[in-house]
């Protein structure tokens, strides 16, 4: 038994500490327990005082920490800290002994999640912009009536099916020609660039159609590699890209030729409407059967 630890113990043997012992004995206990530790939270009430240092609490969905990062450290920080960044951390666990509050003390701060995503697809989108692919001119209108379609996917998504549907109920008599690649996941990116220059040396189509369906920036981001956006520039054939749904956008959407909101819409713009056609015909009977008379 250690003194202190009863309360039948005479006073002289309790163990009586002052609020700052116990506050340095537990700042000992935390930073020689937990030590260096790399912890990833969400940035909320960021404060920047006038003294360099920056102070903020990272969050999960159940809990939170204070983190102080001290001048020197804040100085070889690489992009900006906000409100509701996600990020990973490394930091020593400690105690603010005045008013006994558990912290991190930050050394190191780098993007975690979408957030690093999201600062590639800038990055790549302003220096795709700057060298013209994304320029209107460059571009190329697909025809007003495909002989055949190439649809470039992965055979087991819902965006085939989608695709296949709309291009049945808009104009079934266009033939189509599957491209099965992998849109997600390691390698998927240089897949779809290799399908992509198959397609466009064979030339067996008259459109391309590259798509998938949604999905987080993550699911996607084969749509965001250099690698797929230079080789949808490089290509002779007209490219319509529909990933995703409507609030998605890739690089490859800013590259292709068109852009479709989804994989339908991406169908309805390979094709014109059958109806719209029959209709025409039918104007032009008239007209000739009245001339004929």
Not at 6 to 30: D, K
Not at 242 to 254: L, R
Request: aromatic residues 6%; glycine residues 8%; proline residues 5%.
């Amino acid at each position: 038994m250690q003194p202190g630890d009863s309360l039948q113990l005479p006073f002289q043997e309790r163990r009586i500490l002052s609020v700052s012992s116990l506050n340095r004995e537990a700042r000992r206990i935390v930073e020689t327990g937990l030590g260096t530790v790399w912890v990833e939270g969400e940035i909320s009430n960021l404060s920047r005082p006038s003294s360099g240092h920056l102070y903020w609490s990272l969050k999960d969905a159940e809990a939170q920490v204070r983190c102080a990062m001290f001048r020197l450290a804040a100085r070889g920080l690489n992009f900006e800290l906000a409100n509701g960044q996600q990020v990973l951390v490394r930091a020593r666990a400690s105690l603010y002994e005045a008013r006994g509050e558990y912290q991190l003390i930050v050394e190191y701060v780098e993007e975690a999640g979408e957030g690093v995503l999201r600062r590639r697809f800038e990055e790549l989108k302003r220096r795709l912009a700057g060298e013209g692919l994304f320029e209107a001119d460059r571009k190329v209108a697909p025809p007003k009536l495909p002989r055949r379609i190439g649809v470039i996917t992965s055979p087991t998504g819902a965006a085939l099916r989608d695709v296949l549907i709309a291009l049945k109920r808009r104009f079934p008599a266009t033939a189509v020609l599957i491209y099965p690649t992998p849109v997600q996941g390691a390698g998927a990116a240089e897949e779809i660039a290799r399908t992509l220059a198959l397609a466009d040396r064979r030339a067996d189509c008259d459109v391309l159609i590259l798509t998938r369906g949604g999905g987080s920036l993550e699911d996607l981001w084969s749509f965001n590699e250099e690698v797929v956006a230079r080789a949808i520039a490089a290509m002779k054939l007209p490219v319509i890209v529909g990933v995703g749904h409507e609030t998605d956008f890739t690089i490859a959407d800013f590259v292709a030729d068109l852009r479709a909101p989804t994989p339908s819409q991406a169908a309805e713009l390979a094709v014109p409407d059958q109806r719209e056609w029959l209709k025409r015909f039918a104007r032009l009977e008239q007209q000739i059967a009245q001339c004929m008379r």
